[in-house]
């Protein structure tokens, strides 16, 4: 077992009880950021140097092995008008659109976004709560989308734009983001899925689309994913942080 792995889940074990219940609500302890801060220095340069030898890939399983139960955590049904409209169509009105720094501006449909090379996998999802359950994901790679879109030289980070609107955020006009480098968005695992288990991806679960990262903690895999931006820097999205729950006290490499 390698030492970031062992510094990794000693910190999630040294704040596991101080933790709110629900990854919705977040310990303002000075106690968890520090412990968290502390860490991630040390697991993301681990991480990234893992990554960057060959992209290895996160443990897979059989459908055999295919959690029962899987928690939906967090937002499971955005509470906004424009949501509440696209549940009605089932969808058939959103399109997922790709901005900033890039060639090509996309939008694309679900439709669109089925017609493309996929990927399926079974992984297991781990909760900074400290569950963890195994589900099967499918979508298209995000490595794709941003090949079509064209990245220019200056593009540092994806940013996700969600539908779900959390009290205090400061994302796109009050609503949830998050965000992860290009290391991890060229990742083989990483997905936007748009099916669970074999069937249409649930509300609950972030329909019409979420982000799979499979290297990293749960909060990082955004739901209800309504538009990605491509960046040089986030410091001026929401508190500057890169994501919602990183704003307020979580690392912002999250990886395990």
């Not at 968290?36 to 990554?51: H, K, M, T």
């Not at 960057?52 to 937002?75: C, D």
């Not at 720094?101 to 939008?107: E, I, N, Q, T």
């Not at 955020?169 to 290391?183: F, H, K, P, R, T």
Request: net charge neutral; charged share 20%.
């Amino acid at each position: 077992m390698s030492e970031t792995f062992v510094n990794r889940r000693a910190a999630l074990a040294a704040t596991g009880g101080l933790l709110l219940a629900g990854c919705d609500k977040l310990s303002q302890s000075n106690t968890v950021q520090k412990i968290l801060a502390g860490a991630e220095s040390l697991n993301l340069d681990g991480q990234r140097l893992v990554l960057t030898s060959g992209q290895p890939l996160a443990r897979e399983y059989p459908a055999s092995e295919i959690s029962r139960v899987f928690k939906a955590n967090g937002t499971v049904r955005p509470d906004t008008d424009e949501y509440r409209r696209l549940v009605l169509t089932q969808f058939t009105g959103w399109r997922l659109q790709v901005e900033g720094l890039v060639r090509k501006a996309a939008s694309w449909s679900l439709d669109d976004l089925r017609a493309m090379p996929s990927r399926t996998q079974i992984t297991r999802h781990d909760c900074v709560e400290g569950w963890s359950a195994i589900g099967e994901w499918t979508g298209v790679p995000l490595s794709h989308l941003l090949q079509q879109s064209e990245l220019m030289p200056n593009a540092k980070y994806v940013v996700f734009r969600c539908a779900d609107n959390l009290d205090g955020s400061q994302g796109a006009n009050g609503l949830y983001y998050e965000s992860i480098d290009m290391v991890d968005a060229f990742h083989p695992q990483t997905i936007m899925a748009y099916a669970m288990n074999g069937k249409v991806l649930p509300i609950p679960y972030g329909a019409p689309l979420r982000l799979r990262v499979e290297r990293q903690l749960g909060y990082k895999m955004a739901k209800y994913v309504m538009r990605i931006q491509v960046v040089d820097d986030f410091s001026k999205i929401g508190f500057g942080k890169g994501g919602f729950w990183e704003d307020r006290g979580y690392e912002w490499y999250a990886g395990i």
